[in-house]
C-alpha cells in the first residue's frame, strides 16, 4: 500500500501552492474505491478526479475533496478500479466479423455435435456458403481430427469449412475443395492438404486453407449485404467487450479495407472501442499506411505490421527444431520467405514501423530472433515483438534480452495446450515451453494477450492462467509448470501497462495517472487479493473510456 506515500505528496504539494490555492473546477471526483493505478510505485489511491476525459488527480478523498469543486460526485460504494484493460493480440475485427456470419462450434463435445450445430445454422442462414468455427479435437472423446465424409452426406450442394479453435486448420467438404480447385495433389507452400489412402480427408492446414476462407469472405462479407453485416458483428464485438472491460484491442492482422471499417464505424462514433491496428503486409497496406509512416488517431494507431513465421502447435504447424514427438516425420511449417521476410523487416525499420511476428515453435522463434537481432543490431527501443512465444529453445532466452525484443504471450495458450502439449513435444522439451517468467526476464516487462476468438474474450481468464496456471476447474492443483507464473502484479501489468507499452500507448493508457486518458474498470472483487480459484468470476461492473462510461453491468 503507497497510501502514505500519496499523502506525503499531497501534503507537500499543498504547502507549495496552498497561498494560492483554488478549487479547481472539474467534471467528476470518483470516490469510495480501491484503486490500482499500476504507476511506477504500484501505488494504491481511494479517489480519483477527472476532467475532458483525462485524469486530472488520483488520491485520496479527503485531501481531493478540499481541492477541486467536481461537477459531481459518485460513491464507487467500495469498488475496486483498475486502467481499462488492453488486450495486446487479439483478431477483434475477425470475431465481429464471426459473430455476424460462423456458427459457434467452441466447446462442442463430439464430431456429431459440430454436426448438429451445423445444421441447425444452415437452417438460418441463406449465404450459400456455411461456415463454423471453434472445434477442438482435444475436447472429443476420440481425440483425431475429423474427416469430410460425414459433412459430405449432410451437405451435398453447399460448401462448408470449419475452422478449427486454433485458425490453423480447416475441416471442408467436397462441394468447397471443389469450388477451390484442390485436389489430392495440391500443394501449397507453408500449407498442407490432409490425404489419407489416396483420399483427401478435407484438412487443410495453415495456408491450404487461404484460398477457402478468402472465397468464402468474398461470397458472404463482401458486397453491401456483407458490410452491413460485418459491421453489425463489430458492433457486437465492442459490447461484449467493454462487458468484460477490454478499452483497447490489439487487432493482429488487418487488410487496408477492414482497418477503414473500423475507422469509419470509429468516425460515425459508433466504435468507440480503441484499436491498435497490426497490419497484414500487402501492397494496399504498404500505399496507403506503410509507407506513409505511423498514424494515430484518437481511437486508431498503425505503426506495426504482422507477419507468421509458422503454424500452431495443436494443428502441428509451428515449427520445430526437432521432429513431432507424435509425429516423427514431421517438424512443422515455415510460413513465410526468410529472404523476402528479411528484406520487408529491413524497409519496415527505414518506416519507423514496428514489426510483430508470430513465431510459436522453437526453430521459428529462433529464426524470427536472428532476423530481428541482424537488422536491430544491439539494444533499442523499437519493440519488435514476437507474438506467442510459446516454445523457446534455452540457449534463445536471452537474444530477448539483448536486442529488446518483447515477447507478447498469450497466458491461457498454457492452461488451453496443458492436457496435449506434452505429446507434440515430448517431456524434454515441454518444459521450456510456455516459460512466462523465463520471458518476462529477458527484458522486465512483456504483455499479455488472449488471442480471441481462438480463446475467450475475457482477460481475466488470461491473468487467472498467468498466475495460476491452472484450468478452470482448479487442475492441476499445484498449477502446470507453476516456475513459470506470474506474478498478479505482474500480470495485471501485462494487461495494462505494459500492454500499452508494447504498443507506444504508455503515454496515455495503461495506468491511472495524471495527464492519461481516463480508460478504467470497475470491478466488484479485487484481483489482487481474492482467493485464486475467484480470479475467474470476478465481476466487471462497469467500464470507462476518456472519461465515458461505455458500459454497465446490469442485474437482470
Ligand atoms: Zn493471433
Redesign the pocket.
Known sequence: MKIKTLLMIAMVSSLVCGCTQQHEKVDLLLFNATIYTVDNDFSVADAMVLKDGIIVEVGLFDDLVRRYRPAEKRDMAGAYIYPGFYDP???FYGYGAGLASWADLTGTRSFDEVLDVMVRFAEESDTGWLAGRGWDENNWDIRELPDKGALDSLFSDRPVILIRVD?HAMLANSVALDRGGITVGSEVPGGEVLVKDGRMTGILIDKASDQLRSMFNRAVLGGEQGEALVARGILQAQENCFGVGITTVGD??LNYHQVQTLKQLQEKGLLKMQVYAMLNDNPENRKHYISQGPYRSERMHIRSVKFFADGALGSRGALLLEPYTDRSESVGLLTLDPERFRQQCKELYGFGYQVNT?AIGDSANRFVLGVYADILEGPNDLRWRI??AQVVHPDDFETFGKYNIIPAI?AIHATSDMGWAIDRLGPHRVVYAYAFQQLLETNGWLCNGS?FP?EPINPLLGFYAAVARKDLNGYPPKGWQPENALSRKDALKAMTIWAAKASFEEDQKGSLEPGKQADFVVLKNDIITIDESQIPEALVLQTWISGEKVWHHSAH
Do not use: K, L, M, P
Request: with cysteine; charged share 15%; hydrophobic share 15%.
Open positions: 493480440h487479439c483478431h485458425g493482429a492482422g508470430h507474438e506467442h498469450n488471442d481462438v
